[in-house]
Nanobody
Framework: QVQLVQSGGGLVQAGGSLRLSCAAS????????VAWFRQAPGKEREFLAS??????????ADSVKGRSRFTISRDNAKNTVYLQMTSLKPEDTALYYC?????????????????WGQGTQVTVSS
């Protein structure tokens, strides 16, 4: 079983950048597919990006593909997966979650992931 600890959210102005971190404990993150989702008030949880356990496959939602606004990456030495977010917009305001599935693929489905981080708030002001 893996525990995911998130950090890096906060308040940023439109056009700014943030980097979210998802640190895995008790297990090596290189055994896990990891994804990022977000959920705004009154809306369903939305897929953003994922990386397969091998690192060979990446997947991004269309909403963040434009100009490579969001980038997912993994640092096995630090046992951490990151979501670099650039050109942030007020509509990116939400609670952001990382999720993991052991030996999983780069799925965009909430149901594919067994382990979830605690969530971190991102607020983008106009």
């Amino acid at each position: 079983q893996v525990q995911l600890v998130q950090s890096g959210g906060g308040l940023v102005q439109a056009g700014g950048s943030l980097r979210l971190s998802c640190a895995a404990s008790e297990r090596t993150v290189s055994e896990y597919a990891v994804a990022w989702f977000r959920q705004a008030p009154g809306k369903e949880r939305e897929f953003l990006a994922s990386i397969s356990w091998s690192g060979a496959s990446l997947s991004y939602a269309d909403s963040v593909k434009g100009r490579s606004r969001f980038t997912i990456s993994r640092d096995n030495a630090k046992n951490t997966v990151y979501l670099q977010m650039t050109s942030l917009k007020p509509e990116d305001t939400a609670l952001y979650y990382c999720a993991a599935q052991r030996f999983g693929g780069a799925s965009d489905s909430v149901r594919a992931y067994d382990y979830w981080g605690q969530g971190t708030q991102v607020t983008v002001s106009s």
